[in-house]
Structure formats: C-alpha cells, structure tokens
T-cell receptor, first 111, second 116 residues
C-alpha cells in the first residue's frame, strides 16, 4: 500500500529559528496538504498544493509540491511558541478521494 | 461560520457494547470522510461519502463498523461489539467535492473512544 515517510519525527528549536520538514511517498500524488494538530483536537489545514513545482505561502509558512509529485516540504520561518504541535503531511491520489497521512513531526519551540 | 462538528467528544464503553458517533459537516459540503487516529500516528482513512452514496471503504472497516449518511447531510459511524483495539480518536472531515480547492478537507474535533 501507499506509504508516506515524514521527517523528522520531532524537532526541538529555539524561538525565532526556522524549521523545515518533509514528506516522501512511494506513489504519485495529485494534491499535497499540510495540517497542524494540537492535543485532543482535529487537524487544522495550513496549506494545500495542487501542481507539481508549486510553491505556496501562508504567513510564515511556505510549502512546496515536489516536481516528481512524490514529495513535499513545509518551512516555518521565525518560529514562535504557538507553533508548538504536530504537523502532518497528507497526499491525495485522486481528486476528492481519501487522504494518506504521514506519521507527523512533533515541534517544540523553546521561548 | 460553523465548522465540522462531532458528537460526542468523548466516549467510554465496555468491551462488547455498541457505540454510535455523529458528524455534522460544513454546510454545503457534499463529501464527508471518516478517519481513525491512534496515539502517535497520523489519521487513517476509513470511508467516505458523496452526498448519501458511500464511495469507498477501507479494509480497516471491518464488518463491525458501519457508516451512513442517509440524507446527504450528517453522518453516523457505528461500531458493534467493541473491542479494546477500537480505542482511538475518530475524526470526521468534509469537503466541497473534487477539483482544486474543492479537495480541501476540513476536520472536526474528533470523538475519543476508550474501550475498557
């Protein structure tokens, strides 16, 4: 079946530092999505990517859809304490269908 | 603007009991998805609907699980004869449909199930 490898599993950074995380897949995806999840809550959509090579920003967040369609990365610039949480990548093979999620990156930001 | 809502937020049950969860999607979203998430893992797909039609079911959805969306609005997920391995967060998501931004799935807060 499909596998999404997300790395790193966890990151411990100082406030103000930039962060980068990525996902690679064994399959081609037509859509990549990035979510953030706080404890006990559902994932919140951060960024959606629809075209290979696409680079999209949302405030301090920037994500890219890899040109091979098998990878994506997320950057967070100038991290702040409220960035703490688990970040998930998710890929979608067919428009409107299921999402396949990575295992998550746990981000800790020290003030 | 109302997001996806799920009820209950928490459910504790004894092994062998039946449980039912409800999901109300964002208004006018015609696709509704169910996922299951265990501790330390990403959500795993269970099933999804377009309006009232169930379009896909994961092999994770054993015979003890059934989902419905009778009028194309809210959905229910029932687990019969619960087992301890069913303990997880059950997440519901909705989207406008397919194509471009219509693909974007928005999640509810989840229902945390604990089977004793």
């Amino acid at each position: 079946g499909q596998q999404l490898n997300q790395s790193p599993q966890s990151m411990f950074i100082q406030e103000g530092e930039d962060v980068s995380m990525n996902c690679t897949s064994s399959s081609i995806f037509n859509t990549w999505l990035w979510y953030k999840q706080d404890p006990g809550e559902g994932p919140v959509l951060l960024i959606a990517l629809y075209k290979a090579g696409e680079l999209t920003s949302n405030g301090r967040l920037t994500a890219q859809f890899g040109i091979t369609r098998k990878d994506s990365f997320l950057n967070i610039s100038a991290s702040i304490p409220s960035d703490v949480g688990i970040y998930f990548c998710a890929g979608q093979e067919t428009s409107g269908s299921r999402l396949t999620f990575g295992e998550g990156t746990q981000l800790t930001v020290n003030p | 603007d109302t997001g996806v809502s799920q009820d209950p937020r928490h459910k504790i049950t004894k092994r062998g009991q039946n449980v039912t969860f409800r999901c109300d999607p964002i208004s006018e979203h015609n696709r509704l998805y169910w996922y299951r998430q265990t501790l330390g893992q990403g959500p795993e797909f269970l099933t999804y609907f377009q309006n009232e039609a169930q379009l896909e079911k994961s092999r994770l959805l054993s015979d003890r699980f059934s989902a419905e969306r009778p009028k194309g609005s809210f959905s229910t997920l029932e687990i019969q004869r619960t087992e301890q391995g069913d303990s997880a967060m059950y997440l519901c998501a909705s989207s406008l449909g397919a194509g471009g931004t219509y693909n974007e799935q928005f999640f509810g807060p989840g229902t945390r199930l604990t089977v004793l």
